[in-house]
């Protein structure tokens, strides 16, 4: 489907005496633009003629203006020019404001290079010479091949077979593959008025994201279709199986974090199977990601696909016969649970340990380690009706926690050798006043646990199995905060 401006011979250099009945242009302005399309030798001119000129020069289409220089007064670019219909003798002033192809390049390109040191412009001819034959459409700058490279790409069909459409349809000359491809995805862009962000990808390109726009409530969640992320050197790609869902998330989504950037992906951890990528890690591998620390650099776990460096990936043993959603505990909870427990307490066989905000992730991953580990342990908790569940988990004593917990403890004669807070700063001081031992140990939980002292090691099946920790107990509250494609 081409159009008469691409039928139709390029017209040579308009002469400075050519008839105009329709338009009242200036023989100056006349005269310019023959010399612009001849440019046998420089020509310069003041920039207020110029500028006088250029609304009647919209048949000199400037096409990739770029400014490469500037010294002192004195700025230099490089123009694309090309002639339109707009101002052709033959085109009526009623034609040129109703039908928008006489605005169409029909040929006549060249290159030329502009001096403007504020008063006057010097322009000359770059080393491409002027093509009085060639076609608008190599450089995809016809209204035809626009659309017609925007069908293909809307159709998820690679660049290779959207320049092939164009070359079968005989408007498609010698384009390439990657410029049939940007036209197309730049005509699709603005005809939708999408943002720039936002553009079509061929389908192998594509994936599935929940993408938050601006800070908010839920919703401003969004599924939208995004490009999938190449891994760079160093890093992986992760075809995401399972992801969680924690208190942080909710509030970097709500705008209050630090790393809150939007439009952004959502999401710090991910489970899957690695499909690209550099290091140790191969193809295939099933592994467990942390992103924490990564946004918004990186995508978050919200998707189809993520990339990571391949330092914040931890391999799952090919015996661990957990499931996706078992496996999404690994990324943060126990991680900082172990830490808690084993690094900063140093936890010990006779140990009585005491957890206050026991019905978090990190208190439930706590108790499922630790009664394995010490030989009493104690959690806290502001609802009656939670005590089934940490009961289940395996706890031997559910205390209610009314704000003066040391008072309670002392009343009922327990005693301490560790405390695990993880409330903060509102508990820590009366923390401090339970009946703990004189070679007491209380640990606060830091968020930096999650992830810097972790070893990024194998997960050993023997060590972490169903039967090692209870995890079917954190199932439960788990529907409450693991979220699975």
Not at 158 to 181: F, H, Y
Not at 261 to 273: D, L, N, S, T, Y
Not at 348 to 367: F, K
Request: hydrophobic fraction near 35%.
């Amino acid at each position: 489907m081409a159009s008469s401006a691409e039928n139709s011979p390029s017209p040579g250099p308009e002469s400075s005496n050519e008839p105009t009945p329709q338009l009242n242009i200036p023989p100056d302005i006349l005269r310019l633009r023959a010399e612009i399309f001849t440019l046998e030798s420089p020509i310069t001119v003041s920039v207020t003629e110029f500028n006088n000129a250029w609304k009647y020069l919209d048949n000199i289409y400037v096409r990739n203006q770029a400014r490469y220089g500037q010294k002192k007064t004195t700025t230099y670019y490089w123009c694309r020019l090309w002639r339109t219909k707009a101002y052709e003798p033959s085109v009526s002033d009623e034609q040129r404001k109703r039908k928008r192809t006489v605005r169409e390049p029909i040929g006549c390109p060249c290159r030329i290079r502009i001096v403007s040191d504020g008063y006057y412009m010097t322009i000359t001819r770059g080393k491409e010479p002027h093509n009085h034959d060639i076609s608008a459409l190599d450089y995809k700058l016809t209204t035809a091949a626009r659309e017609l490279a925007a069908q293909a790409v809307a159709k998820g069909s690679r660049p290779s077979l959207v320049a092939r459409e164009l070359k079968n349809s005989g408007i498609g000359g010698q384009i390439t593959s990657k410029d049939a491809w940007n036209a197309g995805n730049v005509w699709v862009s603005r005809k939708e008025g999408r943002p720039a962000w936002q553009k079509h990808y061929p389908k192998n390109s594509v994936m599935e994201a929940i993408v938050a726009n601006e800070p908010g409530p839920p919703d401003v969640l969004h599924l939208e279709s995004y490009p999938r992320p190449p891994p760079k050197s160093g890093e992986i790609l992760i075809e995401v199986k399972a992801f969680g869902l924690s208190r942080s998330d909710i509030l970097a989504r709500q705008g209050h974090t630090a790393d809150a950037k939007f439009p952004q992906i959502m999401g710090r951890e991910a489970v899957g199977i690695v499909t690209a990528g550099e290091g140790t890690v191969t193809p295939g591998t099933r592994v467990v990601a942390m992103i924490t620390d990564l946004l918004p650099e990186y995508p978050g776990s919200y998707a189809q696909y993520t990339r990571v460096p391949a330092t914040h990936v931890r391999r799952v043993h090919p015996l661990c016969k957990l499931s996706w959603e078992h496996l999404t505990v690994f990324s943060e909870m126990i991680p900082t649970a172990w830490n808690a427990l084993f690094r900063a307490l140093r936890l010990h066989p006779d140990d009585r340990l005491l957890i206050r905000g026991g019905t978090t992730s990190i208190g439930l991953a706590a108790a499922c380690i630790a009664k394995r580990h010490c030989s009493f342990i104690a959690s806290t908790t502001r609802q009656e009706s939670r005590k089934e569940l940490l009961e289940g988990v395996g706890v031997n004593k559910v205390l209610i926690d009314d704000g003066s917990l040391s008072q309670q403890i002392k009343s009922e004669g327990l005693e301490f050798t560790k405390v695990l807070d993880l409330i903060g700063a509102k508990s820590i001081a009366d923390s401090l006043q339970c009946h703990i031992e004189a070679w007491k140990r209380i640990v606060r939980k830091a968020k930096s646990w999650c992830f810097a002292v972790l070893p990024l090691e194998e997960f050993d099946a023997a060590r972490f199995s169903n039967t090692d920790l209870d995890l079917s107990s954190l199932a439960a509250f788990g529907e409450k905060r693991k979220c699975a494609r």
